[in-house]
């Protein structure tokens, strides 16, 4: 369960906006896959930050590393389908 920021006082203007995370987005949620270490879990990233929750310095970092590490490989595929398919 994730935790949300308190409202001790009960003072909040809008009440129907959801409430943002308290904490950052852990590593074990962003990266839940064993046997795939590399490989984050972009449903849970994405997820937490559409309620505007924040993500950690390293936790960012790795994230950057791994989403250009496997849009590269996608890309080299799909230009070099692109460019079979031109010729």
């Known amino acids: 369960m994730e935790l949300l920021l308190a409202d001790p006082f009960n003072d909040r203007k809008i009440k129907e906006v959801p409430r943002p995370?308290?904490?950052p987005l852990p590593a074990k949620v962003m990266y839940p896959y064993q046997t795939y270490s590399h490989l984050p879990d972009f449903k849970a990233v994405r997820?937490?930050?559409?309620?505007?929750?924040r993500i950690g310095r390293a936790e960012l970092s790795?994230?950057?590393i791994d989403v250009t590490h496997i849009?590269?490989?996608y890309l080299k595929q799909v230009l070099s389908i692109i460019f079979r398919e031109g010729t």
């Open 47 to 53: 997820k937490h930050l559409e309620a505007h929750g």
């Open 62 to 64: 790795k994230l950057i």
């Open 71 to 73: 849009l590269s490989k």
């Open 21 to 23: 995370p308290a904490r």
